[in-house]
């Protein structure tokens, strides 16, 4: 038998998968803006 | 999922479809596409003028005449009279005598509840603000002039009513804290409470005046008012009036402390909600470090439950705050306390949210006790029949556990969807290039999806 006896004091772990998504994804969009305003910088400036 | 041998039976009692997790994955997906939805369909602010239409004169003015004022505003002090009467002379039993219920089920949620939808029902049958205006009246008959008041400060603005609020339901879950009974408070106690509630009130009234108390101090008119700024009826300039629906709530928080307020119905519905689920352990820790310095079992609960419920407070603001820190991010936005103070009406259907989540199933089975038994027997000592229901009892099955789960999963979800268009509409006056404000509420999605993920596990732990 798997040693699953306190698996339930865990649950929250999948409460927090989408908040962290959320959280990734906004991240990630805010590290492109800013890479991408960085590159206009760098044209504008050439 | 019984081959899985769990250890305290933390699995959910409803018989749902899917795990109760799911749900939560399920919420966060509706509240992304929502998002999405509203980044490209709503490009213009659309709930910063409430768009009032006015009803006929004659029905304004015979709905808003001096008999009707007086007549509601007797029937609040009457009824809150009944209250404390029972709680100082009927049974010391909470199910049983009329005040608790009442006053914590009846009137506590039944505001908030009916005035989202109609707008600010407590406000004319509001007993204090009543007694005020009355011995103003009075006062001004005699001495031929209105009462004089102080200014009152502005930097304390809704502080006090935040600090009531969080009094309140301190007093009904810390103070009161018993179990096995819908409301676990001492009536007397309760009676006592409101008592003192009212002195203080009046007095306050006294010295700011009757109008800017209940704006800004009176803990009742400040809760239940703002729920009523979601509603769809108000009154203006002495017209009652149609408004857009939740475009009132836009105008709530300009003065200080409202902020605390709403944070501070998160909290408390979420620190009840988690006391007996979620931190449950967390609790009887810190308790038991209580009693082993050497604090009595009474005192170290009280405590225990004090630091948990202000830890709530804390960490609700604290979610909020990462929410607005993550906007100020963005090119061309306000101020911090500007950003903070212009987003936080976005809260109020998420604190109706949490509400209805928690405390609908005992709502709908304690109002059958109010309108049954409490109704005919008010002291609750077995003496009186006024209606004939002394022997309506409650009826638990009137609610399936999987329809009080469902109950709760669409009012957290439709809660925050409504969060996220105020907020988006919001962002529309900051930033009016949509793009913009779109990548800044990202941030409020985040939140959003934060207090919706949280919400659910309170509840799915607290129903398993």
């Known amino acids: 038998m798997l040693p699953l006896a306190h698996v339930a004091h ?35 400036a050439r | 999922m019984s081959f899985i041998p769990l250890a305290h039976a933390l699995a959910s009692r409803q018989d749902l479809p899917i795990p109760a997790w799911l749900f939560a994955w399920a919420a966060s997906i509706v509240l992304i596409v929502s998002f999405f939805a509203l980044s490209a369909a709503w490009r213009k602010p659309q709930l910063e003028d409430e768009h009032a239409r006015p009803f006929g004169r ?37 199910d049983r005598n009329f005040a608790l219920t009442f006053l914590f089920v009846t009137c506590w949620l039944g505001f908030p509840f009916f005035s989202a939808i109609f707008g600010d029902l407590f406000r004319p049958f509001n007993p204090w603000r009543a007694v005020g205006r009355a011995a103003g009246g009075t006062f001004a008959a005699i001495a031929g002039q209105r009462p004089p008041h102080l200014p009152y400060p502005e930097r304390l603005g809704r502080w006090p009513a935040a600090v009531g609020l969080l009094a309140v339901v301190w007093l009904e879950v810390v103070y009161g804290a018993s179990g096995g009974v819908a409301v ?28 800017t108390w209940c704006e800004r101090g009176e803990t009742f008119s400040v809760y239940f008012g703002m729920f009523g700024r979601l509603g769809i009826f108000g009154v203006r300039d002495g017209r009652f009036y149609r408004r857009r629906p939740f475009s009132a709530a836009t105008s709530w928080a300009t003065i200080p402390g409202s902020a605390a307020v709403v944070i501070a119905s998160i909290a408390t519905t979420s620190f009840d909600g988690a006391q007996e689920g ?6 009887e820790s810190t308790f038991e470090w209580f009693v082993d310095r050497g604090l009595g079992l009474t005192t170290s609960l009280r405590l225990t439950d ?10 609700v603001a604290l979610v909020y705050n990462l929410g607005v820190r993550g906007m100020r991010t963005v090119p061309g936005a306000p101020d911090f306390k500007k950003l903070r103070t212009g987003f936080v009406h976005t809260l109020i259907p998420i604190a109706l949210a949490y509400l209805v989540a928690h405390y609908f199933s005992l709502f709908v089975f304690q109002e059958q006790a109010q309108f049954g038994y409490l109704l005919s ?7 009186s029949d006024l209606f004939g229901t002394v022997n309506n009892e409650v009826d638990y099955n009137l609610l399936s556990a999987n329809a009080i789960w469902y ?3 669409a009012a957290l979800v439709v809660g925050h969807v409504i969060g996220l268009m105020l907020a988006h509409d919001r962002a529309l006056v900051y930033w009016p290039d949509y793009r913009k ?28």
């Not at chain 2, 004090?306 to 960490?315: I, N, Q, R, S």
Request: aromatic residues 12%.
């Open chain 2, 278 to 283: 979620a931190f449950k352990s967390a609790i």
């Open chain 2, 184 to 211: 676990g408070l001492a009536p007397h106690a309760a009676a006592v409470a409101a008592l003192i509630y009212s002195v203080y009130t009046l007095a306050m009234m006294a010295v700011f005046g009757v109008e």
């Open chain 2, 437 to 464: 404000a779109t990548a800044s509420q990202y941030w409020m999605l985040a939140v959003m999806v934060a207090f919706t993920c949280f919400g659910l596990y309170l509840l799915s732990v607290a129903n398993g």
């Open chain 2, 306 to 315: 004090t630091v948990f419920m202000l830890l709530c407070f804390a960490g």
């Open chain 2, 58 to 94: 004659r029905f304004s003015d015979a709905l808003l005449s001096l008999p009707a004022q007086v007549l509601c505003g007797a029937i609040g002090v009457f009824l809150l009279g009944v209250a404390i009467y029972a709680g100082l002379h009927g049974t010391e039993a909470p």
């Open chain 1, 10 to 44: 865990y649950l929250w772990v999948l409460y927090v998968i989408p908040i962290l998504i959320v959280a990734g994804a906004i991240v990630r969009n805010m590290a492109t803006q800013r890479r991408l305003a960085r590159e206009d910088a760098e044209e504008e």
């Open chain 2, 407 to 409: 109950v709760q999963v």
């Open chain 2, 377 to 383: 027997d008010p002291l609750g000592t077995g003496h």
